[in-house]
């Protein structure tokens, strides 16, 4: 259950953000001849041929709305110049505990109607031109009547997903929220290593710490002890520890959600004093220099740039590799060991939406040729929470190409063969633009 419903949110700050949803909203409806919009919740899925349903997550759009996490088979409905409908489905079932229905502080901002099966949601909707948000499912199992609208309009959804870049007051409030949530969490993950568990029980201390259960976590918790840092994504979770004299490094990459809105927080920690406790704090020292460049009109991939520069000047002075650090973004010899972005847009999505995006229209932005994949192209703009994840990694299928490469005559291979056992290092803060200073969310929580 979503405890959050029951906090009390800043209610003026939500009502607030509701009113700015409708005039968001309003624009989108027009810019498509709309006269309505319906925002489903999406339906449960089931596993093929069995009853068992996956795990549900809101559709973004909905949750954006109103936090409901849980109510499958729900609705919003706009229309220009009135108060928002938001329906909740609430089937009799004896076998699960229906959904509640939303706390007072949430529930005023609309016009409440609940129904008990999920095709009463056609009866609600208004017969006029209508755009239809959400899963497929949910809609098109509503059947022919639902056809006539439109599922998914491009420019309705292009509309949304570039202003959802920047957040409300509201918002914000939930994303400083969620890193709250996730720092005992990671304190408590730090203490589980420092005793010597496993990743398994990484894990487990990292839930206990944050009081959320695995599903409600934003993306799946990257918990990687030793050469397991160096796959970005480690999804594994090894039951038994190494030996102790046998661990080196802990990557955890893990954040929580409050309200749908989620942090993404990575810290990297040695064992022992030495050498990797050494490129750790080098590390941190960048990822806060590259945190204090977060500032309005700042073109994302620049500070990418810089990000790849900055590495290239951490392998020089680890003696790593001999070359000036343009030589070796130019000779690429940076990606091999920093083969991710320097951050993303983040909020009800880890990887929220809109990052790529010119302006509204969904005209896309080039990326740079020498960074062909980036998630996040546009221009930093106040409001906006970006993550901040700079790292450095022993990646053995990436070294064994730079190995084979013009460049790799200029690598010390004897000292990189040392430092694979350590995986990799990545930093993450998640920062906030504003018109001045950034606000780092996450340091002020997790100093260390
Ligand atoms: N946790 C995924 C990422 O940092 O992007
Ligand atoms: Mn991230
Ligand atoms: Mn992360």
Redesign the pocket.
């Known amino acids: 259950m979503n405890r959050d419903l029951s906090t009390s949110a800043a209610t003026s700050a939500y009502a607030a953000h509701v009113a700015g949803l409708c005039r968001r909203y309003a624009t989108a409806a027009a810019a498509g001849g709309f006269d309505a919009i319906a925002v489903g919740s999406g339906l449960l899925e089931y596993r093929f041929q069995d009853d068992q349903a996956h795990h549900f997550v809101a559709c973004a759009h909905f949750l954006q709305w109103v936090p409901l996490g849980a109510h499958p088979g729900s609705a919003l409905i706009f229309e220009p110049g009135r108060r928002p409908v938001l329906v909740v489905l609430q089937p009799e079932d004896y076998w699960h505990q229906p959904p509640p229905l939303p706390a007072e502080e949430f529930a005023r901002e609309f016009e409440l109607r609940v129904i008990r099966s999920a095709g009463e949601l056609l009866s609600m909707l208004p017969k006029r031109r209508l755009a239809l948000l959400g899963p497929e499912s949910q809609w098109e199992g509503l059947g022919s009547a639902a056809q006539a609208a439109v599922l998914n309009p491009a420019v309705v959804v292009n509309h949304l997903h570039y202003h959802r870049a920047t957040k409300s007051a509201w918002e914000l409030d939930c994303m400083r929220r969620a890193a709250q949530r996730a720092a005992p969490g990671h304190r408590a993950a730090l203490h589980a290593f420092r005793e010597g568990a496993s990743e398994y029980d990484i894990l487990n201390a990292f839930l206990a710490g944050c009081r959320q259960t695995e599903p409600e976590l934003p ?1 799946g918790a ?1 918990v990687a002890l030793n050469a397991h840092g160096a796959t970005l994504h480690y999804q594994h979770r090894d039951r038994e520890p190494p030996a102790r004299r046998d661990i080196h490094s802990l990557l955890i ?1 893990a954040g929580c959600t409050v309200n749908g809105y989620a942090s ?1 927080i ?1 810290r990297s920690h040695a064992f022992r004093d030495g050498e990797f406790a050494g490129m750790v704090a080098d590390l941190d020292r960048l990822q806060q220099q590259l945190c204090a460049a977060v500032r309005p009109g700042v073109a994302f991939p620049d500070l990418h740039r810089q990000t790849h520069l900055a590495v290239a000047g951490l392998l020089r002075s680890w003696g790593l590799v001999r070359m000036d650090p343009e030589d070796m973004l130019r000779e690429q010899v940076t990606f091999a060991f920093l083969p991710h972005g320097l951050g ?1 847009l983040l909020g009800l999505q ?2 929220d939406v809109g990052g790529h995006m010119a302006d509204e229209s969904g005209r896309a932005l080039q990326p740079p040729p020498d960074f062909p994949r980036l998630r996040f192209l546009r221009r930093l703009e106040p409001g906006q929470v970006v ?1 901040i ?1 700079p790292g450095i990694y022993f990646i053995g299928s990436l070294l064994e190409r730079l190995r084979t490469s013009p460049a790799g005559g200029q690598v010390n291979w004897e000292r990189i063969a040392g430092l694979m056992k350590y995986g990799g290092i990545r930093i ?1 803060d998640d920062v906030l633009v504003t018109t001045g200073e950034p606000e780092n969310l996450t340091r002020p929580l997790l100093g260390d």
């Open positions: 993306y990257i990459d993404d990575t993303h880890v990887h993550t994840e993450e």
